[in-house]
């Protein structure tokens, strides 16, 4: 069961001091798990999960823990927050939105096509982040392109807390296309319309 969070003023994020805990019947060895992943060349870093919100008046505040990658990514914890993480919902001059093929090194929904997102580390500002994830996701320079400040909606879906941001591109369908194409030659794009969004997914999850 998906919750959505509308019209709210501004978003917080209120730091937990406690950390999460490791499941009591977990026997592995931290260590040299840890020591083999990074010999993958993956990185244990420090990510945000959202414990839960509260609302003050027209604003939201999300309670967060810090939680270590290797922790989420090898299920070491006994409750699992919802991930913190930002969708970016860019729409163009003429309508369209802007969809990104994900690659296969992330854990869930290799290979679907998604807005441009990223979970948020801990010490970075969401906003920061999506500005982060526009950049590294789409290389549209910063003159094309006009980001909300504010989120403009909070989305609680299963392990998910995900902060959709939307952003306005002074480009076309056709004008960004062409400027994607020539920049990420190996990445594939999608443009839909907005009533096209919510059917396209549901489909995309039976095909894939």
């Given at each position: 069961m998906s919750k959505i969070l509308k019209?709210?003023?501004?978003l917080y994020i209120n730091k937990i001091p406690s950390k999460p805990?490791?499941?009591e019947n977990y026997k592995g060895n931290l260590k040299l798990e840890n020591k083999s992943l990074m010999k993958k060349g993956l990185y244990n870093g420090t990510i945000l999960g959202?414990?839960?919100?509260?609302k003050e008046g027209n604003d939201i505040i999300l309670n967060c823990q810090e939680l270590k990658?290797?922790?989420?990514?090898?299920n070491r914890i006994e409750r699992t927050p919802k991930l913190a993480n930002v969708d970016i919902v860019i729409e163009t001059k003429d309508k369209y939105i802007l969809m990104i093929k994900r690659g296969g090194n992330v854990?869930?929904?290799k290979y679907y096509f998604d807005f441009?997102?990223?979970l948020i580390p801990q010490g970075i500002k969401p906003y920061s982040r999506a500005v982060n994830r526009i950049k590294e996701d789409t290389g549209i320079e910063k003159k094309f392109i006009k980001l909300n400040k504010e989120p403009s909606y909070l989305m609680l879906k299963g392990k998910s807390a995900g902060l959709f941001y939307l952003a306005k591109c002074k480009l076309t369908k056709?004008?960004?296309?062409?400027?994607l194409g020539n920049k990420f030659v190996d990445k594939k794009i999608l443009f839909l319309k907005?009533?096209?969004i919510k059917n396209f997914l549901i489909d995309q999850k039976k095909v894939y």
């Open positions: 019209d709210f003023d501004r805990k490791l499941k959202c414990v839960d919100y509260t990658f290797f922790d989420i990514l090898l854990a869930t929904y441009p997102a990223g056709k004008e960004l296309e062409k400027f907005k009533s096209e």
